[in-house]
């Protein structure tokens, strides 16, 4: 595959006066061929781009090797320079420091041994390097511990360690950077000014007890602090008068979550449950602890983040899911840029994703349920609108399936929101053979957004439906909390329902049915196969979780990892009960269980486990183990093995 060339073209001269423009328009068109396995399995060209400071250059990941590389180049595509992944550790995310030196995020997991058992953590670790390729360091110095005996010398400390929490760019102090980073590995933060070409460091705040995470508002003013000590919630914050205050305290913290600052030092931005029962956007006083002016509520669903210019950290604007994100902003001047963008590519959600320092310059994602993402670049001064690249040149848009949201109806009488993909040209009442695909989390939702593994499945001719069962985000607090403690519970009822409504609608052939997931998902998949026997003709399970039992002692060794465990369950019933493992003779579907060596989330062993208790059984099981991919099956190849995998097994169980 060639290398990305990134295309600037002009789409309009004067874009304010613009009704329309099509998106992709001219001989980019012609590049792009028709999905086969392996392209469906790729992932983005062209993603996360990110301008300059100046505005004049680009940043951007591609994956054309199947791992994650940062291009740098010029506007028009000029003076390209790569930035490969290490042996071990993949490209996570990148910052502009200066025009000149660019921040490099890596993410590996590290294997460890606590309490005589081997886990695998995850760590990321910050480089810098020169916008020419050069003057690579690693930004925070391998720490070491003194030991003393017959001779004094010193060793590294053990542990995963986070270092992606940069807290200010400091743009008076070009070579200097915040950093909110566990040095001493004692689960704590210290908050470091760090020098990004030589690694050297002072410490401007000593750690404190139990703050992983540090917070400044947009007048670099330290104003919050959070985290966990053992399995309490840390949560200080600094009033307009510099006092630090307990926010446990506060008789407004169970009802609100603090998301930003604002200009006034008294006043904060939080979000909580208003009269449509959805998560809205407020702001607060802190002297009176009461709700100044409601910022943004939607009667459908929840916000979900507060928007800051990524170089002054100024809160812009709050974004929400519908069905495929957009951002509703507050600050007059981003919201006259995206009115721009809305009016001139009104056939595409479009997101700001990076705008100049220091001119009025913006990338901006546009996307659909059939689009996985075209990129341009809007000059406002000029009101010029370039195409950048395709993120996906591989995919076209044409021939993709369009994703319908569903409103499906439960046996209590309520409904549950969910998405529909179908084979391009197929209508309902075809008695398809179907996939059911819950999603993962399962705190989280399933969106209308283009999805790799929904378009797969459509593309080989089966319908898909998607539910967002009870205990999923983004619905309100009603739906929310009807699914908490409910694993193998609501939740999984909530899967079964829709998936005989699929059969009941004349969608889904009764007998060519088969539940797919990943990760929560995964668990749902096997625990349909057990509560349903009858209903599945086979399951898959991607990462998913096998045993409750072991994922909860597992997630007790990490911060924060107690008061997670306490979520998951069935109320009132025994883990043992809803465990997979557990309850292995009662499946009588076929079963595929898929798992990434390299996952930290889910031991691989697990499902590893899971394949020998089903095989002993005489049960109809297959396992993949694959070597890389992590919890989220995110490299090309870890996709690519899914696929081949999952491609034969349902054309087998399926009868297609």
């Avoid at 009807?482 to 409504?501: F, H, I, P, S």
């Avoid at 196969?529 to 979780?545: F, H, R």
Wanted: net charge neutral.
């Amino acid at each position: 595959m060639q290398a990305t060339k990134l295309l600037l073209r002009n789409f309009a001269a004067s874009l304010l006066l613009l009704g329309s423009i099509s998106p992709g328009a001219g001989a980019w068109n012609s590049e792009i061929t028709k999905p086969s396995l392996e392209n469906f399995a790729a992932l983005p060209s062209f993603t996360e781009p990110k301008l300059s400071p100046n505005g004049e250059q680009i940043s951007y990941i591609s994956a054309e090797k199947k791992r994650r590389v940062l291009v740098l180049e010029d506007l028009g595509g000029n003076n390209r320079v790569e930035i490969n992944p290490q042996e071990k550790a993949d490209i996570l995310d990148h910052f502009w420091a200066t025009d000149s030196r660019i921040l490099v995020l890596y993410e590996e997991a590290q294997r460890n041994r606590s309490r005589g058992q081997i886990n695998q953590r995850t760590r990321t670790r910050l480089a810098a390097v020169d916008r020419d390729g050069s003057n690579f360091i690693w930004v925070v110095k391998p720490e070491t511990m003194k030991v003393t005996g017959s001779r004094s010398t010193r060793i590294p400390l053990k542990g995963p360690q986070i270092q992606g929490r940069i807290l200010n760019m400091l743009a008076d102090m070009p070579d200097h950077i915040l950093l909110a980073v566990d040095g001493d590995r004692n689960r704590s933060a210290e908050i470091r000014q760090v020098n990004i070409n030589t690694g050297d460091f002072k410490i401007v705040r000593e750690d404190e007890k139990g703050v992983q995470n540090w917070f400044m508002d947009h007048h670099r003013t330290l104003r919050r602090g959070t985290g966990y000590y053992k399995s309490k919630w840390v949560d200080r914050i600094k009033d307009a008068a510099g006092v630090w205050r307990q926010v446990e305290d506060e008789p407004w913290s169970s009802k609100v979550t603090i998301r930003g600052f604002a200009d006034d030092p008294n006043i904060l931005y939080v979000s909580g449950y208003g009269g449509y029962g959805t998560e809205g956007l407020y702001t607060l006083a802190l002297d009176s602890g009461t709700i100044v002016e409601t910022i943004f509520a939607h009667p459908q669903v929840d916000i979900d983040e507060l928007v800051a210019d990524p170089h002054t950290n100024e809160p812009v604007g709050v974004s929400y899911t519908v069905d495929r994100q957009q951002v509703a902003y507050f600050n007059k001047t981003w919201a006259n840029v995206q009115a721009a963008l809305d009016k001139a590519l009104p056939a595409t959600n479009n997101l700001i994703v990076s705008n100049a320092r220091d001119k009025d310059r913006y990338l901006v994602k546009a996307f659909s349920d059939k689009e996985p993402g075209i990129y341009y670049y809007f000059d406002a001064a000029t009101n010029r609108l370039d195409l950048l690249a395709h993120a996906q040149p591989q995919i076209a848009a044409t021939d993709a399936a369009s994703v319908r949201p569903v409103q499906i109806p439960m046996r209590d009488g309520t409904t549950i929101p969910g998405y529909l993909t179908l084979p391009k040209g197929m209508k309902t009442g075809s008695n398809l053979p179907a996939v059911i695909l819950p999603h993962g989390g399962p705190i989280a939702r399933a969106t209308a957004n283009w999805e790799f593994l929904p378009q797969f499945l459509a593309s080989h001719g089966y319908a898909v439906l998607e539910p967002n069962f009870r205990g999923s985000s983004g619905f309100g607090l009603k739906h929310l909390q009807a699914g908490l403690k409910q694993w193998g519970g609501q939740m999984q009822d909530d899967v079964t329902d829709a998936t005989k409504w699929l059969v009941s609608e004349g969608i889904a052939d009764r007998k060519r049915l088969c539940i797919v997931g990943m990760s929560y998902g995964g668990y749902s998949a096997l625990m349909g196969a057990i509560k349903e026997p009858d209903l599945y003709q086979c399951a898959v399970s991607i990462n998913g979780v096998t045993d409750v039992v072991a994922l909860k002692k597992d997630d007790t060794q990490f911060i924060g990892g107690r008061n997670w465990a306490q979520r998951m369950g069935l109320e009132g019933v025994p883990d043992t009960d809803i465990s997979p493992i557990y309850r292995a003779d009662e499946i009588k579907a076929a079963i595929l269980l898929i798992a990434a060596k390299d996952d930290t989330r889910v031991d691989y062993r697990l499902s590893k486990k899971m394949h020998e208790t089903l095989s002993k059984q005489g049960k109809r099981s297959t396992f993949v183990e694959l070597q890389s991919g992590g919890h989220n099956m995110d490299t090309g190849t870890s996709r690519l093995g899914l696929l081949q995998s999952l491609e034969p097994f349902l054309a087998k169980h399926l009868h297609k």
